[in-house]
């Protein structure tokens, strides 16, 4: 395993087990955790324009890229559906009153949902090595508070602060997977299909941000800060398209 794949992998599962310590130790304020899911939004719409839409046009065609944009799409959309997505309302006191069973089955939605995401993560092994980790570092920030949802509850009902602390952040381990298999496919399909497999991986992207991240975060706060959290977060990827 190379130390590229190493540090994503790092990276990768940061996002669940950093979420589900704070879950079991100290929830931080509403406001920082929109704040922190605008800056990861803003990370992905970036990469997705920047990066991820140029690469597989240049790798396929217009054509393919599209068709992958509306693929990947459609997929996380059927997802959503099967399996909804928490948000950070999950949070409210309201929420961790619920039973031991709820806190559970928020962690198996989200054990689940997590898969397409470590797929996203493993397009850094057919680009560039900083797409893989600007990649995998939005994923992870967007997963802090997710971790945090899922733990927080379940230490709620059962006073059990190890325990929820390790079944909240096994949900990091369907990100390994799909990460894992994603990569070994990657390395050994046409360039054609990889330009398709990378633009789907921008329209999945897009499809969270959109659809979850900036209507859960950025119409949130009253002084607009999850905006401008949001542009930092376009602004970084830029930055590091300079280096």
């Not at 059990?160 to 399909?189: C, D, E, M, Q, W």
Request: aromatic content about 6%; glycine content about 8%.
């Amino acid at each position: 395993m190379n130390t590229t794949l190493s540090i994503i992998i790092a990276i990768s599962v940061l996002g669940p087990v950093i979420g589900s310590l704070i879950g079991v130790l100290k929830k931080p304020s509403e406001k920082f955790m929109y704040d922190m899911l605008a800056f990861a939004g803003g990370v992905m719409l970036a990469i997705s324009f920047l990066e991820l839409i140029p690469e597989s046009i240049h790798l396929s065609s217009g054509e393919m890229c599209i068709l992958g944009i509306v693929l990947g799409s459609i997929t996380m959309y059927s997802v959503d559906k099967l399996i909804p997505h928490i948000h950070p309302e999950l949070c409210s006191q309201d929420q961790e009153h619920k039973l031991k069973r709820t806190a559970l089955f928020i962690i198996i939605g989200i054990f689940l949902h997590n898969i397409p995401e470590g797929m996203a993560i493993a397009i850094g092994a057919v680009s560039t090595a900083k797409v893989g980790v600007i990649i995998a570092l939005a994923i992870a920030i967007h997963n802090i508070p997710e971790g945090i949802c899922t733990s927080a509850p379940y230490f709620y009902s059962t006073k059990k602060r190890l325990k929820s602390f390790l079944i909240s952040s096994s949900t990091a381990i369907p990100i390994l997977i799909g990460l894992l298999i994603a990569n070994s496919v990657y390395t050994h399909i046409s360039t054609s299909l990889v330009g398709l497999i990378i633009g789907a991986t921008a329209g999945l992207m897009i499809y969270i941000t959109s659809d979850e991240i900036i209507p859960n975060s950025c119409g949130k706060s009253e002084d607009h800060s999850t905006i401008f959290s949001l542009i930092l977060g376009i602004l970084l990827v830029i930055l590091l398209q300079l280096l």
